[in-house]
């Protein structure tokens, strides 16, 4: 479809099909442009002023769209949008105002991205998601058939394992996909609560093979609405979700894949759901699974029971301890760095994956770490982080 030139813009809009619904950009505009309905988070084009404040805090990459149009799609219209419309053909024009438009926004763009090394994207060989099946107009209901917790009853951080089941409810979902949860009730000022994410902690056969379930790693943090609502769920209680959401951070299909993964806390949810895949589906697998997992003690460490009994032939374990009495304090960076010569052989395989989740804060220590091992193994690491995150074997979620 032609339009013609008059006063272009270049729109900024947000990829519904990526976005896991987060609110990390709607809290991070500094004017506001950013808003939501009950199905997509979108941007307003008559407050929006391309700070691109935004652009760095998000995990996925979906704020990182633009459409160079005539007149702004409205809000109405990116509200139902379940995928973005395709660039639409603009006729030349001889004062080349989309050329100068693109060119001034890729200019803040550049400096935005910088250190992000590019936008995401999925695994060549992950199956296809279903994205946003149900949002908060349309919720499913689900059923809580278990509540665990998960850390020692001394250790500070109560962390749960929580299994919800869809009866005969349809719910597709693959490992790295998140669902939100929406809590009952209102804020103070009487608007409904954010719905807030989880990621999906099972493999897509669910809990146990053919089972039509998921299950959740979900901390109870001091006043927190949503964690505290699901904490105490018992079971046989119902609860809202909406989702499946995002369409990168997702489990490679290929054997030969190598997949390190990195976290700390809850962020060990997806990677549960990675190596109960790669278990079930390919116990032969050639490709090598490592996992750098990070806690304050052993007692605090999510699944560290259950861990101790994978086999190192399935799952590689480094375990890392910051507040344990009487040894020195370890991250997650510093065993990557003990690791150096496992890791860099790793990350010259064109086949290896990484996969980082957790809190935000650990991704700088995590980057350096990584530019270290690579320098000592002659390796250029921002290059390589680029063209990796190019080819779908680069991926952050942190929060």
Not at 95 to 119: H, N, P, Q, T, Y
Not at 150 to 168: K, N, Q, Y
Not at 313 to 335: A, E, H
């Amino acid at each position: 479809m032609n339009a013609p030139v008059g006063e272009l813009l270049k729109q900024h809009l947000i990829d519904p099909e990526i976005c896991i619904r987060c609110n990390t950009c709607e809290e991070t505009c500094p004017v506001d442009a950013v808003t939501h309905d009950g199905n997509n988070y979108v941007v307003d084009a008559s407050i929006c002023n391309h700070c691109m404040d935004c652009i760095p805090p998000c995990p996925t990459g979906s704020i990182d769209n633009w459409r160079v149009v005539n007149s702004p799609y409205s809000l109405e219209e990116q509200f139902s949008w379940s995928e973005l419309p395709p660039q639409q053909e603009m006729q030349a024009a001889s004062s080349g105002a989309v050329e100068a438009i693109e060119s001034e926004i890729d200019s803040l763009l550049e400096e935005a991205r910088k250190g992000l090394g590019g936008k995401p994207v999925a695994p060549h060989s992950a199956s296809k998601p279903t994205v946003n099946l149900y949002n908060r107009n349309k919720p499913l209901t689900a059923t809580v058939t278990g509540n665990f917790r998960l850390t020692h009853a001394d250790a500070d951080a109560d962390v749960r394992h929580i299994i919800l089941d869809f009866g005969d409810q349809p719910f597709p979902v693959l490992e790295g996909q998140s669902i939100g949860v929406v809590a009952p009730g209102t804020t103070a000022d009487g608007k409904p609560h954010n719905v807030r994410l989880y990621s999906v902690a099972s493999s897509r056969d669910g809990e146990k093979p053919n089972a039509h379930n998921l299950a959740l790693t979900v901390k109870r943090e001091p006043g927190g609405v949503c964690s505290n609502y699901l904490c105490d769920l018992p079971r046989g209680a119902k609860v809202e979700i909406t989702g499946p959401f995002g369409a990168t951070f997702l489990h490679p299909n290929d054997p030969a894949a190598n997949i390190i993964m990195i976290c700390t806390g809850t962020g060990s949810a997806p990677f549960r759901g990675f190596t109960e895949r790669r278990r079930r589906a390919m116990p032969d697998a050639p490709g090598r699974l490592l996992l750098f997992f990070g806690a304050r003690r052993p007692e605090e460490l999510p699944y560290f029971g259950p861990l101790q009994k994978v086999p190192e032939k399935l799952l590689g374990k480094y375990f890392c301890y910051s507040r344990v009495s009487g040894q020195p304090r370890t991250y997650v960076q510093d065993r990557l760095r003990s690791e150096a010569a496992t890791v860099a052989a790793l990350m010259k395989d064109p086949r290896t994956h990484i996969y980082i989740c957790g809190l935000k804060g650990m991704e700088t220590g995590v980057d350096e770490a990584f530019a270290d091992v690579c320098r000592g193994a002659g390796i250029e690491w921002a290059p390589l982080k680029s063209a990796m995150r190019e080819d779908g074997r680069y991926h952050v979620e942190t929060y």
